[in-house]
């Protein structure tokens, strides 16, 4: 199996190779970039594992690139900045990221945090060759082997690589509450002072795309617990 494709899309040059000269030597594959036209190339041609997206590559919208790459793709994304505050770490997930990092961050870190990304794409297709089934809930589909979610009128819900394993872990464990600390490790959400808020994040990006005909999803927090799906799941 060939090294995971890596693309670092980077404004600074020498950070661009400093990261690219490590990830190499730590046995991954590096495509670098420099503009948002080359990352949306690289998505169209190239099999991407994931992205390491500095937000300032497109100068005047900042994160907004992050959120235009989303749109365009489910490849995970690290979003990296020269911000490391809270405030821009929850943006960074409401813009549909996996992960954030602040400028300057170490090589050794950001390997770390890749392989944490590509174990988690691992766990899911683990997860839906192990189950070759759909799931059922108030007309919603989930089918685990090709990773589709389907409202009840019939539309595709995109869903990006952590909200789908958030989707697959509640699914798991209908009617029954999850307290965050065990979300997060179900869900391979890094243990981090700001991991609490992160999940939060996650579970109000995963509700607005659930929602639908003006019910809202069926993800109910339990005060000073966790978090439960409150709807019957069907698995066929």
């Known amino acids: 199996m060939s090294a995971p494709l890596i693309l670092v899309a980077e404004t600074q040059p020498d950070i661009r190779q400093a990261t690219r000269d490590y990830l190499e030597r730590s046995g991954f594959r590096v495509m670098p970039a420099t503009t948002g036209q080359?990352?949306?190339?690289?998505?169209?041609?190239?099999?991407?594992?994931?992205?390491?997206?500095?937000?300032?590559?497109?100068?005047?919208?900042?994160?907004?690139?992050?959120?235009?790459?989303?749109?365009?793709?489910?490849?995970?994304?690290?979003?990296?900045?020269?911000?490391?505050?809270?405030?821009?770490?929850?943006?960074?997930?409401?813009?549909?990221?996996?992960?954030?990092?602040?400028?300057?961050?170490?090589?050794?870190?950001?390997?770390?945090?890749l392989r944490a990304v590509l174990r988690r794409g691992r766990g899911e297709r683990v997860l839906g060759l192990r189950r070759q089934t759909e799931a059922w809930f108030d007309g919603w589909k989930v089918d685990f082997a090709r990773r589709e979610v389907v409202d009840p009128d019939g539309a595709s819900v995109t869903l990006t690589s952590a909200e789908f394993t958030l989707l697959a872990v509640l699914l798991d464990h209908p009617q029954a509450v999850i307290a965050r600390g065990r979300l997060m490790e179900l869900a391979g959400i890094r243990d981090t002072p700001s991991s609490d808020r992160s999940v939060d994040v996650l579970v109000s990006r995963l509700r607005r795309k659930l929602g639908h005909a003006g019910r809202g999803a069926p993800i109910v927090t339990v005060r000073g617990s966790g978090y439960m799906f409150s709807a019957m799941v069907d698995r066929r």
């Open 38 to 113: 080359d990352v949306f190339e690289a998505l169209g041609s190239l099999p991407i594992g994931v992205i390491v997206l500095d937000s300032a590559l497109r100068a005047a919208d900042g994160m907004d690139l992050c959120r235009d790459v989303r749109e365009r793709s489910d490849v995970p994304v690290i979003l990296v900045g020269a911000d490391s505050s809270e405030v821009d770490r929850v943006i960074a997930l409401e813009l549909g990221a996996d992960d954030y990092m602040g400028k300057p961050y170490s090589g050794r870190e950001l390997a770390a945090r």
